[in-house]
């Protein structure tokens, strides 16, 4: 829930600024200030983000250096409909806040006044500095909608979904792998769903913990080639991709993850050929096909890709996602049939 | 055989400090229970072990026997066992007082299923409102006999949907000139089979398990065929394909293409927008167009739900009922046909964060000519009681008072000691009880009598519009009316049902403030034609018949 977070930030803050309890009268405006601050925190959970919002504001009256009680006022602002939170974020922002939470509290002030360009760019923003927060692609996904960019907005949304569904899946894995921690199988589920939620660190704990039971499990392969492709070392993402393939022939992801390798080289026959593997092994899935779909775009095969989407559609007709790629393919195809435009 | 029945005035509550004389507020509501000592509505245990047994209590408000006066209609509830209790009706004297119906009259409870909601609305088109009950179990139509006497049509009307259905609208959905029904459905549910899934934990208690993990009902669309009977509609594969938890529903012609669209709330799943293809299928578009979830993208527990325009640009908002720790929702349709959340914006974000509501609606509840909000609460578990700091079972009615521009605030008293007084909130209504010109209310509470809201505020002139539609649709079911004083329109939207599991008086109440009388009114009926009438005096009611574009006029008193 929205207020669940708002003053997060604040929290570390405070942590840090922390004193003793004085009398009032010999208490630092900061100590007063913080107090507040506390105080607004406390309400702001419970809904009342106007009073929230009129605490934060005595706070900084007390202590205006208080860079985080800026943005959460301007957040308070935003959430009870008063005025004065571009006001807020802007006295945030001069004192050098450039955090995804900020960007997406000034996107929502910008939706919320009927301004979506703008809002789009905060969103992007936010995203540019925290890829995998959800309320980001969401946003962005209706703003993209409004502004009739139907293709971006499906993209948005379906990253929005999958990180719902990859917080989903890293709760319940963690559950289990927790609850059996000889389970080398849970170990790689769960090293997998912190991978996709963008958690590297944790993700390569958890393979490590599979590998300590195991070598021979194809996800915890998975998790290492692609860990390893993060980290910019494509030979050892490929001898962990390899091992995939050998233990479990009929999974695309390796493939996929080739395929986008070569790209990346270069190497365009390479990316093509691995691309048709993956749909080769895997030819019911229409994820594949879409995946394939998306890499034949980038090498600027559009008709393949095209066939690649319709392959899609033909396993999934209802699949907003493939359907908006389909569109965009069409999209592609005409422009690049445009006569080029006079110079005016 | 009549027992009159006295208004029982809630006692203790806190009226000296905030005497409505001496404050002069506009708006202002003292509660009355609705009792002749017999009826009042149970539903299951009082833990509340099954989540059969967490609302009901639909109400309606509605003129029943022809005398000119409002009367209620109240459901009885039962229990997981399918046990029904009988519903209730009360007849209004036009001053405020009620009196049972004679037992004769009354509805008993019928085998089968237990009720939960009623949609009372003339779907037969002979002048007298009948009703539909929806139930655990067949549904029920109930054909007016004019005297308030009903005839039970589910044998041979094939409405008797045997889902567990909640909201229901009437709605002429192909453009036939006859009514159809949606009927909204909500969950599959086997005794046995919740049984086995024993309890869910919920802020540290022990609270009835569901509805999420139960399987959903999809809803149905019946269409008239012109003979009293109905046939369940094709309208493509969508309706059934991903069905969802559904409450409240309300009917509007959405995207302006002249037919009739629906908006249905659904707890813990996203709301849809079922857009009409001029009669030959619908889809839902509310993911699509911004209506469907949170501004978070997740989706919140849609209870109730209620159309009106919020800030006076003439473009339709949503106001939808949803859990507590989450807000109620005000979606705004812009002109480029896109939703967006407007509910920071409008502040009720804060007004509603800690309300599990159900009922609701917009309504000139001070008559100064703008949209005003009312909502009915109360919590789902009853052991939210015993949560330190938690949400309270029984919870507080809440009134926002618009500022006319589409920003809602708490009134002054919270609206008066009607409001303040925490119940277990379910149903709803609204309507001019005692012809005073204002907009009562009448509130269906859960395991209690009905309670009676009447409006005692200082509210501003305002008059009555009633719509005489033709042929079956004799109340006119899809029309948009807009009233015009000076430079200033306000619209309403002719629906079928709103908030939740309830029916509201259908007449449209416009709030003049200081003024004398709407300039001017337009018409859209549902078939496309126009009439534009005026100028309409306050303090009458206005009928418009459709037919001959007469207006009839006469004292609101009379």
Not at chain 2, 44 to 68: I, P, Q
Not at chain 2, 275 to 280: E, L, Q, S
């Given at each position: ?344 | ?33 609705l009792s002749d000592g017999e009826f009042a509505n149970v539903s299951g245990t009082a833990e509340k072990d099954f989540v059969s047994d967490s609302f009901g209590a639909g109400v309606a ?12 209609f109240a459901i009885g509830g039962g229990d997981a066992q399918g046990k029904a209790n009988g519903d209730a009706l ?10 049972r119906?004679?037992r004769?009259?009354s509805l008993e409870a019928t085998p089968g299923g237990r009720a939960y909601g009623v949609n ?11 009703l539909y009950i929806t139930r655990r179990g067949p549904n029920r139509p109930l ?7 009903f005839?039970d049509q589910s044998e041979?009307s094939g409405l008797g949907d045997p889902a567990w259905s909640t909201g229901a ?14 009927v909204v459905n909500h969950i599959e549910f086997d005794l046995d089979a919740v049984n086995e899934r024993g309890k869910s934990l919920y802020?540290?208690q022990n609270v009835y398990y569901g509805p999420t993990g139960l399987p959903a009902q999809a809803d149905h ?22 069905p969802h938890y559904g409450f409240g529903v ?15 709330a659904n707890d813990t799943t ?31 527990a849609g209870m109730g ?18 859990f ?32 599990l509501?159900w009922a ?16 009915f609460?109360g919590h789902v578990y009853p052991q939210m009681d015993a ?6 079972y029984a ?28 119940r277990s909130g379910r149903g709803g ?14 509130m269906g509470v859960l395991d209690g009598s009905p309670v ?48 939740f599991l309830s029916s ?55």
């Amino acid at each position: 829930m929205r207020l669940i977070q708002p003053l997060f930030f604040l929290t570390i803050l405070l942590v840090a600024c922390s004193g003793g309890s004085d009398t009032e009268e010999t208490r630092s405006p900061q100590d007063r200030a913080r107090d507040l601050i506390i105080e607004a925190q406390e309400v702001a959970t419970t809904g009342n983000t106007p009073k929230a919002a009129e605490l934060l504001a005595r706070s900084l009256a007390l202590d205006p250096d208080h860079v985080g009680a800026w943005h959460s006022l301007g957040e308070m602002r935003l959430l009870s409909g008063l005025d004065g939170v571009f006001e807020a974020l802007d006295r945030a922002e001069a004192m050098g806040l450039d955090s995804a939470r900020f960007h997406q509290t000034r996107g929502e002030a910008y939706e919320a006044e009927e301004q979506d360009s703008q809002a789009k760019l905060e969103f992007a923003m936010a995203l540019e500095r925290e890829p995998f927060r959800k309320e980001a692609w969401f946003r962005l996904a209706q703003v993209e909608r409004r502004l009739g960019n139907e293709f971006a907005a499906a993209e948005s949304l379906a990253e929005f979904a999958r990180i719902d569904q990859a917080e989903r899946s890293l709760m319940t894995s963690l559950q289990a792998a927790e609850a059996q921690p000889e389970d080398a199988m849970l170990a790689a589920a769960t090293a997998s769903a912190h991978l996709e939620m963008g958690y590297v660190e944790e993700a390569q704990e958890w393979v490590d913990r599979a590998f300590a039971m195991r070598n021979n499990i194809p996800e915890a392969h998975m998790v290492a080639g692609r860990i390893a492709r993060l980290q910019g070392d494509p030979d050892t993402a490929l001898v962990h991709f390899e091992l995939v393939t050998s233990l479990s022939q009929y999974d695309p992801r390796p493939w996929i993850e080739r395929s986008e390798m070569a790209l990346s080289a270069g190497d365009h026959q390479a990316a093509r050929n691995y691309a048709h593997q993956a749909t080769d092994v895997a030819g019911a899935d229409p994820r594949v096909f879409l995946a394939q779909a998306r890499i034949l775009i980038a090498l600027d095969a559009l008709d393949d890709a095209l066939a690649s989407c319709e392959a899609a559609l033909m396993r999934d007709p209802k699949r907003e996602e493939t359907l908006q790629l389909h569109a965009h393919i069409w999209d592609l195809m005409v422009k690049a049939n445009e006569p080029a435009g006079k110079d005016d | 055989m009549n027992k009159r029945l006295g208004w029982i005035l809630l006692a203790s509550l806190p009226l000296g400090a905030c005497d409505p004389g001496a404050q002069d507020p506009s708006l202002w509501f003292e509660a009355r229970t609705l009792s002749d000592g017999e009826f009042a509505n149970v539903s299951g245990t009082a833990e509340k072990d099954f989540v059969s047994d967490s609302f009901g209590a639909g109400v309606a408000l509605r003129d029943f026997n022809g005398d000119g006066h409002l009367d209620i209609f109240a459901i009885g509830g039962g229990d997981a066992q399918g046990k029904a209790n009988g519903d209730a009706l009360f007849f209004g004297d036009g001053t405020g007082g009620f009196e049972r119906a004679p037992r004769e009259l009354s509805l008993e409870a019928t085998p089968g299923g237990r009720a939960y909601g009623v949609n009372a609305r003339d779907f037969d088109g002979d002048g007298d409102v009948d009703l539909y009950i929806t139930r655990r179990g067949p549904n029920r139509p109930l054909c007016n006999q004019g005297d308030g006497t009903f005839e039970d049509q589910s044998e041979v009307s094939g409405l008797g949907d045997p889902a567990w259905s909640t909201g229901a609208a009437w709605l002429d959905f192909n453009g036939d000139g006859i009514l159809d029904l949606f009927v909204v459905n909500h969950i599959e549910f086997d005794l046995d089979a919740v049984n086995e899934r024993g309890k869910s934990l919920y802020l540290g208690q022990n609270v009835y398990y569901g509805p999420t993990g139960l399987p959903a009902q999809a809803d149905h669309l019946y269409l008239g065929q012109g003979d009293g009977t109905f046939e369940l509609a094709d309208v493509g594969p969508e309706l059934g394909s991903n069905p969802h938890y559904g409450f409240g529903v309300i009917v509007f012609d959405e995207d302006q293409d002249g037919d009739l669209d629906l908006y249905v709330a659904n707890d813990t799943t996203p709301n849809q927008l079922w857009r009409n293809d001029g009669g030959a299928g619908m889809s839902d578009q509310a993911a699509r167009l911004g209506c469907a979830l949170s501004m978070e993208g997740g989706p919140q527990a849609g209870m109730g739900v209620a159309l009106g325009d919020a800030d006076g640009d003439l473009q339709p908002e949503l106001f939808i009922t949803n859990f507590s720790n989450d807000y109620f929702t005000l979606y705004r349709r812009g002109e480029d046909g896109f939703w967006r959340d407007r509910t920071t914006r409008s502040r009720l974000h804060a007004l509603t964060w800690k309300s599990l509501g159900w009922a609701c609606g917009f309504g000139d509840l001070d008559s100064d000519g703008d949209q005003d909000l009312w909502a009915f609460n109360g919590h789902v578990y009853p052991q939210m009681d015993a949560v330190p700091n938690g949400p309270s079972y029984a919870q507080v009615a809440q009134v926002f008072e618009n500022d006319g521009s589409g920003r809602f605030s708490v009134p002054e008293h919270g609206g008066g000691p009607g409001m303040g007084t925490p119940r277990s909130g379910r149903g709803g209504a609204v309507g001019d009880l005692d012809h005073d010109g204002d907009l009562d209310m009448v509130m269906g509470v859960l395991d209690g009598s009905p309670v009676v809201l009447e409006n005692s505020g200082r509210g501003g002139n305002s008059l009555m519009v009633e719509l005489v539609g033709e042929g079956g649709n004799r109340e006119a079911i899809g029309a948009t009316v807009e009233g015009q004083v000076g430079s200033k329109i306000q619209k309403r939207w002719v629906g079928s049902q709103a908030g939740f599991l309830s029916s509201s008086d259908p007449r449209l109440h416009f709030g003049l403030g200081e003024g004398q009388q709407l300039d001017q009114l337009r018409i859209l009926w549902p078939n496309g034609s126009r009439l534009d009438v005026g100028p309409l005096q306050a303090g009458q009611i206005h009928r418009i018949d459709q037919a001959t574009g007469q207006v009839q006029s006469e004292p609101r008193d009379h």
